[in-house]
């Protein structure tokens, strides 16, 4: 390795880089974002009435029933 090889960094990293430099709370910012429509309890009883409504698909999907 040559004494003036430095590691490749692309221009997204570094766009990156000097965001989160520029604002430090961007990645509790974005993980409120997150909890706010993702991060959610699961309710066990709605997640059952949704497995049990579930309908089988047929083998061929664009066939039709006779």
């Known amino acids: ?3 003036f090889w430095k590691p ?3 221009d997204v990293t570094s766009f990156i880089e000097t965001l989160k430099a520029q604002k ?3 990645e509790a910012e974005q ?3 997150r909890a706010l ?3 959610r309890p699961v309710d066990a009883g709605t997640e059952s009435e949704y497995r ?3 309908v089988a698909q ?3 999907v664009y066939q039709t029933k006779r």
């Open 1 to 3: 390795m040559p004494l």
């Open 8 to 10: 490749y960094k692309s």
């Open 24 to 26: 430090p709370t961007l």
């Open 31 to 33: 993980r409120q974002g």
């Open 37 to 39: 429509l993702w991060d």
């Open 52 to 54: 049990a409504a579930n």
């Open 58 to 60: 047929q083998p061929y």
